[in-house]
C-alpha cells in the first residue's frame, strides 16, 4: 500500500512568488492535514480537509491557502512568499478527521525561499 | 488551550543504555497523547499513543511510554537503544475540545545514540 506522497520534494522560490504544493493520500484515506516544520517554531499545524471542506486552521495568514479535491488529493498554496517561509511542508492523511487517530505523514516538501 | 513541553532538546546516550525523553503537557480537559518519531529526510511516524485506560502503553520499537496524570507527563522511555533509533522524537496532544484530528507537537528531542 503505497504511503502519503508529497510534491514535489524540494523547490527554491524567490520572495514574492507563489508555491503550489501537492500530497496524495493513502488509498482510502479521506481526511488531510498540512503542517510547517522549521527549526524555530517546530511542527505547526496549518489546516486539515475533510470530503473537499477546509475543517481546521491554524494561526497563520491569509498568504496561506488550500483546497482538496473528489479524489481526497490536496494542494497548499502559499503567495506573496516571505523568507520565514523556508520551511519543511508536511502533509498527513488520516481514515477520517478524529483527534484519537493516527496520522501518517508524507516526506515533505521543502521549500526554500531567497 | 492545550501545550506540549518536551525538556531536553538534545539527548546523547551510549548504544544499548537506557533512555528516557521527557514531556509534560497542559490541558484543561482529558488528553490524547502520542509520540511520533522523525528519521532524518522522512516524515513522522507514530510510535505509540495513550487514549485511554492503562498508563502504560507499548509501542513499536521496543520503546514504551507511562501517563502519569498527576505530573501531567507523558515520558519516552527504551530500556536498551541501538545506533537506529537516532532520531528526532516528538511528543503530541490532542484533547476532547479538539476539532478533527489537529495535534499540538512538542519542539521536538533529538536522540543520539553513540557506538
Known amino acids: 500500500k503505497a504511503g502519503v506522497t508529497q510534491t514535489p520534494r524540494y523547490l527554491i522560490k524567490t520572495r514574492g512568488q507563489q508555491v503550489t504544493l501537492s500530497c496524495s493520500p493513502i488509498?482510502?484515506?479521506?481526511?488531510v492535514s498540512w503542517y510547517q516544520q522549521t527549526p524555530g517554531q517546530g511542527l505547526q499545524f496549518l489546516f486539515e480537509?475533510?470530503?473537499?471542506?477546509?475543517?481546521n486552521k491554524g494561526n497563520f495568514p491569509g498568504r496561506f491557502s488550500g483546497r482538496q479535491f473528489s479524489n481526497s488529493r490536496s494542494e497548499m498554496n502559499v503567495s506573496t512568499l516571505e523568507l520565514g517561509d523556508s520551511a519543511l511542508y508536511l502533509c498527513?492523511?488520516?481514515?477520517?478527521?478524529?483527534?484519537?487517530?493516527?496520522?501518517?505523514f508524507g516526506e515533505g516538501s521543502r521549500l526554500t525561499v531567497l | 488551550a492545550q501545550s506540549v513541553t518536551q525538556l531536553d532538546s538534545q539527548v546523547p546516550v551510549f548504544e544499548e543504555a537506557p533512555v528516557e525523553l521527557r514531556c509534560n503537557y497542559s490541558?484543561?480537559?482529558?488528553?490524547?497523547l502520542f509520540w511520533y518519531v522523525q528519521y532524518p529526510n522522512q516524515g513522522l511516524q507514530l510510535l505509540l499513543k495513550?487514549?485511554?485506560?492503562?498508563?502504560l502503553v507499548k509501542g513499536i520499537n521496543g520503546f514504551e511510554a507511562e501517563f502519569n496524570k498527576s505530573q501531567t507527563s507523558f515520558h519516552l522511555r527504551k530500556p536498551s537503544v541501538h545506533i537506529s533509533d537516532t532520531a528526532e522524537y516528538f511528543c503530541?496532544?490532542?484533547?476532547?475540545?479538539?476539532?478533527?484530528?489537529?495535534?499540538?507537537f512538542g519542539e521536538g528531542t533529538q536522540l543520539t545514540v553513540n557506538p
Open positions: 498527513a492523511s488520516s481514515l477520517m478527521p478524529r483527534r484519537t487517530g493516527e496520522l501518517f
Open positions: 488509498s482510502g484515506h479521506r481526511s
Open positions: 480537509y475533510f470530503s473537499e471542506t477546509q475543517r
Open positions: 490541558s484543561s480537559v482529558s488528553v490524547y
Open positions: 495513550y487514549l485511554s485506560g492503562s498508563t
Open positions: 503530541a496532544v490532542s484533547n476532547e475540545e479538539t476539532s478533527g484530528s489537529r495535534l499540538t
